[in-house]
């Protein structure tokens, strides 16, 4: 793990470049990152603007504006007299440095920023223009620093969920804050969850289907809760929390209806898809959606927008989720999917993502389905799996997935192995097997069941002799 050194050690630093060696700010601040990472240390919370360093007094640092503006602002609240319009100009300081950067944001949470936000969050609960000013400033703080909060700021949160579940405009910012404060931090997302979060969001999910600005943000906090990205937690609930948002908030309704209300809104549409992707953990998920006209609405919203590259990516990942339920694999097959997945692909074949996402799905619906590979031989969807590979040769997980379409096309269709060499695969999928170490057991697998020559490792080699137990 990476040494690190305080703010204060790294600005007597540039004071001493200064003063000992007549540098001026900006290159005593350069020799002072050099002499600091050629010890190994990591510099990525600290400060490193040489507008800080005043020559006109020896190099001593001038006060941070995001440590002034903590500083009145605490002082604010020992003072009633302050006006709101001084008190939000200095949370605006405070909100546009902490936007900067990492090294800010743990400049002014070091530097007492939550317990005074937290204060203000208290006492201006009520006014909602304070409020709002308030978390837009404790937002910035807190992104990528979810340690801070305490359980006292995480009822506050709660009660504030519940207090504006009526109100659209300050309830973007409170989900936002709770989401903020469950990324990489499983413990938050615990105890969040224990205080009826999942409820509370799907509801106002349900309430609010006017509000594009809020089902986006309450679609974001869901998936926030699905993840299992802290480091520190041997094991996440992810899972349990994705089965937890379906079954008791009955959140696949609630979305889909909303695909139905906001058809001609992409932005909406491509957070909903994402959601929907991170909710189909289980098999009977993936069916209720398709149940319910999901897959029938994906399509549709997919075929419409099949030129912009945000709906058709989110689309391809959503579909490529509820794909791992057989019957769904057929439905998407019977709605034209096959050929809008392929029509994707080509559309958008310099697009490495799309290229990817466009592999990943067609290698879920050809999956033990002899008919979908079939439908993808038909439109030529092999042509562009192997267009995709020598576009984004360079790209591992396009040839991953572009190698594992490619074997469930000849798995079970060994005709159609002529076809895909005929366009030159083998020497491409040699060539990613060269390249790419992450692909080598998705290459030799195609090689294989394409009838190449591979070279298989043998893992494991019997010796012919009886065990002996002790």
């Known amino acids: ?15 001493e470049n200064m003063m000992e060696f007549d540098m001026d700010a900006e290159e005593a601040v350069i020799d002072a990152v050099q002499q600091f990472e050629s010890q190994g240390i990591n510099l990525s919370i600290i400060v490193k603007d040489p507008t800080l ?21 605490s002082n604010c609240l020992e003072n009633p007299e302050i006006s709101f319009s001084s008190l939000k100009d200095y949370l605006s300081v405070i909100q546009k440095e902490c936007e900067i950067d990492l090294a800010r944001r743990c400049l002014a949470g070091g530097n007492g920023a939550y317990p005074v936000l937290l204060k203000l969050m208290v006492s201006y609960q009520e006014n909602i223009d304070m409020l709002s000013s308030v978390l837009s400033s404790f937002c ?5 620093q979810p340690d801070l909060i305490t359980s006292e700021g995480i009822d506050m949160l709660v009660f504030l969920l ?5 109100n659209p405009e300050p309830l973007v910012l409170i989900v936002r804050a709770i989401r903020l404060n469950c990324v990489k931090h499983e413990s938050n997302r615990q105890v969040f969850i224990q205080k009826n979060l999942i409820i509370s969001l799907t509801d106002s999910l349900k309430e609010h289907k006017a509000e594009p600005s809020l089902i986006k943000e309450i679609c974001i906090c869901l998936r926030a809760l699905t993840l ?14 994705a089965k937890s948002i379906v079954t008791e908030g009955d959140a696949l309704r609630a979305m889909l209806q909303l695909c139905e209300e906001h058809e001609n809104n992409i932005s909406v549409l491509a957070e909903i898809f994402l959601t929907l992707a991170c909710l189909a953990v289980r098999d009977e998920f993936c069916k209720e959606t398709m149940d319910r006209g ?15 590259k945000g709906i058709v990516r989110q689309a391809l990942i959503v579909l490529k989720a509820l794909a791992g339920n057989d019957e769904v694999k057929v439905e998407i097959a019977k709605l034209g999917g096959i050929e809008l997945i392929v029509l994707a692909l080509n559309t958008h074949q310099n697009n490495a993502q799309i290229s990817e996402a466009a592999c990943r799905v067609l290698t879920a619906v050809t999956l033990r389905n002899l008919n979908n590979s079939k439908l993808v031989m038909d439109c030529y969807g092999h042509q562009h799996i192997v267009q995709a590979m020598k576009l984004h040769s360079s790209e591992v997980n396009v040839q991953k997935y572009a190698c594992m379409a490619l074997r469930n096309l000849v798995t079970r269709n060994k005709e159609n192995s002529a076809a895909i060499l005929s366009l030159g695969a083998e020497c491409l999928i040699n ?8 692909v080598e057991d998705e290459a030799k697998a195609v090689l294989r069941d394409l009838g190449c020559k591979v ?10 002799q009886t065990l002996a137990y002790d």
């Open 53 to 73: 360093y005043g020559s006109g007094n020896n190099g001593s640092p001038q006060e941070h504006p995001v440590i002034a503006a903590i500083k009145i602002v």
């Open 455 to 464: 070279e298989l490792k043998e893992l494991w080699k019997g010796t012919g």
């Open 431 to 438: 060539d990613a097997l060269t390249s790419h170490k992450g």
């Open 228 to 241: 299992d990205d802290d480091v520190r937690v041997p094991f996440g609930k992810a899972h349990e929390n």
């Open 294 to 308: 999901g897959v029938k609405l994906i399509m549709k919203a997919f075929n419409g927008g099949i030129k912009d």
């Open 162 to 166: 519940k207090r504006y579940k009526d």
């Open 1 to 15: 793990m990476a040494k690190q050194i305080s703010q204060q050690t790294f600005d007597e630093v540039v004071r």
């Open 140 to 144: 910035a703080l807190v992104n990528g």
